[in-house]
């Protein structure tokens, strides 16, 4: 009997032995294995926040950029209308008439092809026309040219009529029409 108690108390060591190593092996590759998942996103993260911060840092710029330039952004946007401001360009370009001692009459509006992709700017060719002395259709003319707009003039004829020596001038105009700029 005294023989098998160390047989048993051996062989019991044993296998407490052989399951602390399988234990302690299982647990170390569960482990290295969660570590190793943890690790993997750990550097997906960090990439993705290294994209996020370079994206950031680009937008500031952006954003800085346009701020910047608010002032030269407000001054374009003043040299085209805006399709809420037509009206008012007309009634502006008729009253300029009036300060000029003629009339100025705006006989055609026609809206042409847009001239980008986008589609955001589109030019109003306008046909005006005006009467009076030769001074009068002239003034009438160079406060159309110093107008605070974009105004292209397409074709001018100054006539004079036969009968009653008065002067007639036809203009040919084209103003751009375009979305304002948006800033951030």
């Not at 005294?2 to 647990?27: C, D, M, Q, Y």
């Not at 502006?92 to 100025?104: K, Q």
């Amino acid at each position: 009997m005294k023989n098998e108690r160390p047989n048993t108390l051996l062989i019991i060591l044993v296998s407490a032995g052989i399951f602390a190593v399988l234990a302690s092996s299982s647990i170390y590759t569960w482990l290295f294995f969660e570590v190793r998942a943890t690790l993997t996103q750990v550097s997906v993260l960090a990439e993705e926040a290294q994209i996020l911060a370079t994206q950031n840092a680009n937008t500031q710029t952006v954003r800085r950029i346009v701020r910047d330039m608010q002032e030269q952004i407000t001054e374009l946007n003043t040299y085209f209308l805006v399709e809420k401001e037509i009206v008012a360009f007309l009634e502006d370009v008729e009253s300029l008439g009036e300060h000029a001692g003629t009339l100025i009459d705006v006989r055609t509006v026609r809206v042409k092809e847009a001239i980008d992709k986008d589609e955001s700017i589109i030019p109003l060719e306008l046909t005006l026309s005006s009467t009076g002395t030769l001074q009068q259709v002239f003034y009438a003319l160079s406060l159309l040219e110093v107008y605070p707009k974009a105004l292209t003039f397409e074709r001018v004829a100054i006539t004079q009529h036969p009968t009653d020596f008065s002067w007639s001038g036809v203009f040919n105009i084209t103003v751009l029409q375009a979305a304002a700029i948006d800033t951030i």
